[in-house]
């Protein structure tokens, strides 16, 4: 890295985080530390919201899923649209008419205090160990990049949320977030561009998303009816919408983006730009992976993408030997792939399917290459990740772009970890305090009692993300255990909420007890069956609406008898 | 804050010229599902 590359990355970060504690400090009581005094205009809650679920993973995954898999991805989100406008219709009035700091107390105006408590600790755990990961994931992999050890990636990040969500609460968080989106969504946009200028001079747009297209990257919508197949359109539409509903309707982190808007108008507002603008930014990132991949077919690409893997490989003789064979045979093909690709971008008519065929099988055996590579790094040492693809942009990144991008697009990714995170302290913090703390411990303190506690709840958690950040890679496949942690409680979760909006016949103590055996059963299905932990969700929520409706019948109709 | 006619009324927000936002948003969601299905039928 160039030192231009460390003043731009530098000069943007601490800029952000410098005028977004500049702009917000000072806050005087717990309504302004939290709430940001409901002064947040629609276009910050909006892009608050949109930076809260965009974490680094989004840019530095995203992009590679398209490289390998195609575009597919996008229909994940067809579902967001539909719960943004179900949770301005019907959540969104709830929430501002009991003025409300947290999700979770709404549960107790609709049941009683023990569900509140029950919600907002399912959340703690969940959400608590997840802002480790937001920092540990980037961390991980910026410091396999930059060659540094994964402590000083992973105390950056947070001890630079830290400062700002201490200091300045939910007002800094979406000031902050603004400006982060800004300088995520002109990265990415200026990476696109390069990626483009960086191809042979006879393939410009129209020849790159021919070549992606005939090679199977653009396939964007898939109809099938197919259980097995995460993307489709039907899972888009329906698991997407159920996957949005319980996330932007009863997790802290993004209710108290809206929560923070000026009126319910501009609350609903700040949804609706999200609604609009989810698609087509992640239709953005998914197009700049596929161009990558057509800049790969032009450009030698390594046979994996993650070098600190190859590296450790290359400190071993013999399998050094083995690894620079498959190098070389890979190189070889690629020329000749090179040819037919050159081919295919002026291809016409019946030509283009003689010239795909003959790609797909110079695919095929590149494929195999890549597996014996990966054998090789497992044999060296069993913990390397054989897993590239959130290596495939970032490494482009690294290779190719100019110096001062590559600042700018590592910018892009630090943004997009400490946005999310701060979200999550943020939202942690309030939950510690409004509904365990406040609620429960001390009832009785002071306005300032409560906004030092608050500081301190964020300084807590953020310390905890940090010390579980750190020691996160002592744990074996660590991020699908969080993933499937959230799926063990989210459902839960997502049933006590969607029984209170809607079910107005199940009451407190049949809730409380359908949600006790929901999560009971569900966890009954994780330790002893093989099912999906996707389906855990809507077990969990399907879990809890029944048997609230059978406990508060069997309630109801001895009442009667009695 | 709101006041409560507005909460119980349950009025679209209105941006400019779009009287309700929420059909904005369908259009939007099928015009791009429309949209990327043909490219994806083009290439098929």
Redesign the interface.
Known sequence: MSALDWTVLFGTLLLIVGYGVYKTKGSKNIESYLKGDNSMKWWTIGLSIMATQASAITFLSTPGQAYNSGMGFIQFYFGLPIAMIILSIWVLPIYYKLKVYTAYEYLESRFDLKTRILGAFLFLIQRGLAAGITIYAPAIILSSILGWPLVYTTVIIGSLVIIYTVSGGTKAVSQTQKHQMIVMMGGMIVAGLFVVKLLPEDIGIVEATKIAGHLGKLELINTEVDLENRYTLWTGLLGGLFVALSYFGTDQSQVARYLSGKSLTESRLGLMFNGLLKIPMQFVILFIGALVFVFYQFNQAPVFFNEAAKDEVYLDVDQKEKYQAIEQQYSDLFEEKRRQVQLLSTAEGEEIEGLKERIAVIHDQEEQLRDEAKAIIKATNQDLETTDTDYVFITFVMDNLPKGIIGLLLAVIFSAAMSSTASELNALASTSIIDIYKRNINKNGSDKHYLIASKLFTLFWGLVAVFFATFAGLLDNLIQAVNILGSIFYGTILGIFLTGFFIKYIKGNAVFVGAVVAQIVVLYFYFFSEMAYLWFNVLGCGLVIFSGLIIQYVKNSKTKSD | ??D?K???H??????GKWKN??W???I??VS??GI??A??Q???
């Open positions: 804050m709101e409560d507005d909460l119980e349950n009025n679209p927000p209105v941006l936002f929420y904005l948003l369908i939007v969601l791009l599902i990327f299905y490219i994806t083009y290439f098929a």
